[in-house]
C-alpha cells in the first residue's frame, strides 16, 4: 500500500469511526428526537413524604418553564418518579427499574443518605448521574464517585454553622443531640462533634430514634437528664415534632435547632403554636424574597405548574435542581451524552440560575455552597437571618 492510499485509508477509517461515535451518541439511552428521559427514586409515600413530594413538584416545575420555552436544544425534560418509602432495599429496586425498564437518562432529586449508600454502587457503576440528591451527605462529596452532582451544603457544614451560633452567639456549652439511628443521623453527629470539638467543647447527651417511626420518648428522657441549653437534631419532620412538642409540654425550654433535612415547613405545620423560636438551618436562598430573580423566577414556574403549591424550601431545591440540570445540558451540546453531561459540570463548575450562582462539581471544594439559619414565627412563617 502506498503513502498516499494509507492515508487515504487512515482518513476513511477515522470517519468511520466518528459516524460510529455520532451514531452512538444520537441513541443515547434516554435521550430521543425530542426527549430526555429523567427518573426519581425518592419517598413519595409514607411518614416522610412531603420531603420526596415536594422535590419532584420542583423539579416539575423547572422542566415545564425549561420545556415551554423550547425545551434544550429541542428537547423536552420529562421526569419518571417512583416511591422508595425512604427504605434502602425499595430505594434499590425503584433505582434499577429506572435504569433498566424506564431507561432514564439520568437520576435527578433523590431523598435521603441510607438510601444514597444503597443505590450510589449502582449509578457509579453505570455512570448515571445522580443529579441534586436531597442529602449533605459527606460522602457523596468524594471526588472518587464523580457521578454525583450535589447543588447544596453538606451537613457538616450546616452543623458548624450550628455549633458557631450556639456557642458564639449564645454563649451555649451544654449542647445535645437528637439524631435518627442510621447513615444520616451518624453523618450529622459527627459533623456535630467535630464542630464541637474545634471548640473544645463535647455533647452534653445524645439521643436516637428509628428511621419512619415517631418513637421519641426514650431519647428525651436520655437527653433531658443532661438539662442541656440547646438541642441540634438530626432527623425528618415528623419525629423532630414530636419530640419538642414532648420536651415542651414536660416544661423544658431548651434552644431546638433542625437540619435542613427536617423540611422546614413541613416541621412548623406539625409544631403549630409551639414552633415558635424554633431554628432551621437551610442550604438555598429564602423562597419568599422576590426581590432575588431566583424566586421569582421559581414562584411564577411552580405557579404556571400548579397554582395551587405555595414556596417551600424543599420545592425551591428541587427547582434549583432541574434548573442546573437544564443548564448543565445545553453546554452538553445538541447530541448530548451521560458523560458530556457530567463533563459540563466539572469543567463549567459555576452556573448563573436567575441570578444566582450554584457552584457544583470539584469547584464546589474550593467554593462551597451557604448555609444561613432561618427561625420559626409566632404563625408558623420563617424569618431569615444572620444572626439570631
Not at 421569582?296 to 434548573?323: M, W
Request: some cysteine; glycine content about 8%; hydrophobic content about 45%.
Amino acid at each position: 500500500m502506498t503513502r498516499s492510499r494509507s492515508a487515504t485509508y487512515l482518513a476513511l477509517t477515522i470517519a468511520l469511526l466518528a459516524t460510529s461515535a455520532f451514531a452512538a451518541k444520537a441513541d443515547e439511552v434516554g435521550v430521543s428526537d425530542d426527549a430526555i428521559l429523567f427518573g426519581q427514586a425518592a419517598v413519595l409515600e409514607g411518614p416522610s413524604s412531603l420531603l420526596g413530594q415536594r422535590m419532584r413538584q420542583g423539579i416539575v416545575a423547572a422542566f415545564t418553564e425549561i420545556n415551554a420555552k423550547g425545551g434544550v436544544h429541542g428537547r423536552k425534560l420529562q421526569l419518571i418518579s417512583r416511591d422508595d418509602g425512604y427504605d434502602p432495599d425499595r430505594s434499590v429496586a425503584q433505582t434499577l427499574r429506572l435504569i433498566d425498564d424506564d431507561k432514564v437518562f439520568a437520576l435527578i432529586g433523590a431523598v435521603g443518605t441510607p438510601t444514597a449508600i444503597a443505590t450510589i454502587p449502582i449509578t457509579s457503576a453505570r455512570n448515571v448521574p445522580f443529579i441534586g440528591p436531597f442529602t449533605g451527605a459527606e460522602f457523596l462529596r468524594d471526588l472518587e464517585i464523580p457521578n454525583v452532582v450535589n447543588i447544596r451544603a453538606s451537613y457538616g457544614a450546616e452543623a458548624e454553622a450550628w455549633v458557631k451560633h450556639l456557642t458564639e452567639d449564645r454563649q451555649f456549652t451544654r449542647i445535645a443531640i437528637f439524631y435518627q439511628d442510621d447513615s444520616f443521623g451518624r453523618d450529622g453527629l459527627s459533623g456535630v462533634k467535630r464542630a464541637l470539638g474545634r471548640r473544645g467543647l463535647e455533647l452534653a447527651a445524645e439521643g436516637t430514634f428509628e428511621r419512619n417511626t415517631r418513637a421519641v420518648a426514650s431519647a428525651w428522657r436520655t437527653i433531658k437528664r443532661a438539662e442541656p441549653e440547646a438541642i441540634v437534631m438530626v432527623g425528618t419532620y415528623g419525629p423532630c415534632a414530636e419530640f419538642i412538642k414532648l420536651a415542651r409540654r414536660s416544661g423544658a425550654r431548651p434552644t431546638f435547632v433542625n437540619i435542613s433535612f427536617v423540611g422546614a415547613v413541613a416541621l412548623a405545620r406539625e409544631l403549630g403554636p409551639e414552633g415558635e423560636g424554633v431554628i432551621v438551618s437551610q442550604v438555598v436562598p429564602f423562597p419568599w424574597d422576590r426581590s432575588q430573580k431566583l424566586i421569582a423566577d421559581y414562584q411564577a414556574a411552580q405557579t404556571a405548574f400548579d397554582p395551587a403549591l405555595t414556596p417551600d424550601f424543599v420545592s425551591l431545591e428541587g427547582y434549583l435542581s432541574g434548573r442546573l440540570t437544564a443548564a448543565a445540558l445545553d453546554q452538553a451540546g445538541p447530541h448530548p451524552t451521560r458523560a458530556s453531561l457530567l463533563r459540563a459540570v466539572n469543567d463549567i463548575g459555576r452556573f448563573d440560575i436567575s441570578g444566582n450562582l450554584v457552584t457544583v462539581g470539584v469547584r464546589a471544594i474550593e467554593t462551597p455552597p451557604k448555609v444561613f439559619l432561618t427561625v420559626i414565627q409566632k404563625d408558623g412563617t420563617f424569618k431569615a437571618v444572620d444572626r439570631l
